[in-house]
């Protein structure tokens, strides 16, 4: 009788480990689908285009890199978008860019690698010759990231 119990006990935990890998392995299989591609925040606007056309018209690009878990980032988005409300006659264009979270997609890890930007809360402000004209890490009061996208023309 004994082994009888043993024997169902083991069953029921091994039936439950059993469970717990299959899980794993779909919610692992999930992430990198999504990681490769296949992710709802790439079914917005194209990154990608968005920036070759900003570069092709020779408009000042502010590329701002963020994370959805940064508060400080969010923050920052506030300031950037007062200043981007100011300058919308300049013709200046700004690009959110995720880095280091969920929404973070191929076409961002190639944007943050090809301006060495490892850290969210980054700016990079391309002139419109698309020269890097000024790169920072940090917070930006309002009227300093102004001055530096003014400068940038």
């Known amino acids: 009788?004994?082994?009888?119990?043993?024997?169902?006990?083991?069953?029921?935990?091994?039936?439950?480990?059993?469970?717990?890998?299959?899980?794993?392995?779909?919610?692992?299989?999930?992430?990198?689908?999504?990681?490769?591609?296949?992710?709802?925040a790439e079914t917005g606007p194209d990154l990608k285009e968005d920036y070759e056309r900003a570069i092709n018209e020779k408009r000042v690009l502010v590329l701002y890199f963020t994370s959805n878990w940064c508060q400080k980032c969010i923050d920052q988005e506030n300031v950037n978008k007062q200043v981007f409300d100011e300058l919308v006659s300049e013709g200046v264009v700004g690009l959110k860019i995720h880095i280091l979270d969920s929404e973070t997609t191929i076409e961002t890890d190639a944007l943050s690698q090809k301006f060495d930007v490892t850290k969210e809360q980054s700016f990079v402000i391309l002139d419109k010759n698309g020269v890097v004209y000024f790169k920072y890490t940090g917070i930006l009061e309002k009227d300093l990231l102004k001055q530096k996208i003014l400068e940038a023309r």
């Open 1 to 40: 009788m004994r082994k009888a119990i043993l024997f169902f006990v083991l069953f029921i935990i091994f039936i439950a480990f059993a469970v717990f890998l299959t899980n794993a392995f779909v919610l692992q299989k999930n992430y990198f689908e999504n990681k490769n591609g296949n992710s709802q």
